[in-house]
């Protein structure tokens, strides 16, 4: 699963590909927003990444990345 984070004053955004479902990391992000605290998420390689809340500009979950093409198909 793909997750995009968009940080106040950074031009750049997050990308997190973590092995958790959409319904798992929604429940992560909208408790750290309430909470108001650091959001913290781990990625496929077993790194955290924390962001404090009041910094995030937006979230973006994305689909799996598991069904992603790479290279040139076929259609």
């Known amino acids: 699963m793909e997750v995009k ?6 031009p750049h955004e997050l990308i997190v590909e973590t092995d ?6 929604t429940s992560v992000i909208e408790e750290a927003m309430t909470a108001e605290s650091i959001l913290w998420l781990t990625d496929t390689k ?3 990444i924390g962001v404090p809340v009041d ?3 937006y ?3 994305g689909s799996d990345a598991s069904g992603r093409q790479v ?5």
């Open 20 to 25: 958790d479902d959409a319904s798992t990391i």
């Open 46 to 48: 077993g790194r955290r």
């Open 59 to 61: 979230v973006e979950v």
């Open 71 to 75: 290279g040139f198909g076929t259609r």
């Open 55 to 57: 910094k995030i500009a």
């Open 5 to 10: 984070i968009g940080v106040v004053y950074t």
